[in-house]
T-cell receptor, first 116, second 112 residues
Framework: DADVTQTPRNRITKTGKRIMLECSQT?????MYWYRQDPGLGLQLIYY???????NKGEISDGYSVSRQAQAKFSLSLESAIPNQTALYFC???????????????FGPGTRLTVL | QKEVEQNSGPLSVPEGAIASLNCTYS??????FFWYRQYSGKSPELIMF????GDKEDGRFTAQLNKASQYVSLLIRDSQPSDSATYLC????????????FGKGTMLLVSP
């Protein structure tokens, strides 16, 4: 089984709908992240969480919210989806205590979201 | 605002040639630098990281860092068609690797 899973993998929705993207990990990592990638662009940080009680905004948090339900689960919500939120969304995890640096980062397979 | 700049490309090289990918960053406080490879529609894959000025080699890959010039590069020797992908430069501000800031990526095309 994959270490970091994202559901759904693909989603098409309409403007104004509420959407939740889910991320689960079996790595036992304490840190989790949501990134967004637009075509031809790098990854932009939306939100991140260093533990269950810690939530931080990233570069582009407007229009998004998150919930860290457990150490292993981190959900991203679009309260009222708009077309310019059409993008590829990646969840990532890392372990603050591993000492492995970037080698300890794991990315999920991505969720392709289309907002019509 | 921290920025990481890369030429979007595409950079086209023939098979067997050296591909040179470049990245500049705006924040002098940046401490660690990474190169990720990303195939279309897939998640990024870490291929190199470097912390100190100079060169770091791993197989066909060499990362070069010049903190005074705020410049980091990736050289790929003996380029193969399978190296065709987008290469993302990323930086982090501290040794805890708390968050990664990515550049927009450079697309590399290696022709047989």
């Amino acid at each position: 089984d994959a270490d970091v899973t994202q559901t759904p993998r693909n989603r098409i929705t309409k403007t104004g709908k509420r959407i939740m993207l889910e991320c689960s990990q079996t790595k036992g990592h304490d840190r989790m992240y949501w990134y967004r990638q637009d075509p031809g662009l790098g990854l932009q940080l939306i939100y991140y969480s260093f533990d269950v009680k810690d939530i931080n905004k990233g570069e582009i948090s407007d229009g998004y919210s998150v919930s860290r339900q457990a150490q292993a689960k981190f959900s991203l919500s679009l309260e009222s989806a708009i077309p310019n939120q059409t993008a590829l969304y990646f969840c990532a995890t890392s372990d603050s205590g591993s000492g492995r640096g970037p080698q300890g980062w794991f990315f999920g397979p991505g969720t392709r979201l289309t907002v019509l | 605002q921290k920025e990481v700049e890369q030429n979007s490309g595409p950079l086209s090289v023939p098979e067997g040639a050296i591909a040179s990918l470049n990245c500049t960053y705006s924040d002098r406080g940046s401490q660690s630098f990474f190169w990720y490879r990303q195939y279309s529609g897939k998640s990024p894959e870490l291929i190199m990281f470097i912390y100190s000025n100079g060169d770091k080699e791993d197989g066909r890959f060499t990362a070069q860092l010049n903190k005074a010039s705020q410049y980091v590069s990736l050289l790929i020797r003996d380029s193969q068609p399978s190296d065709s992908a987008t290469y993302l430069c990323a930086v982090t501000m501290n040794s805890g690797y708390s968050t990664l800031t990515f550049g927009k990526g450079t697309m590399l095309l290696v022709s047989p």
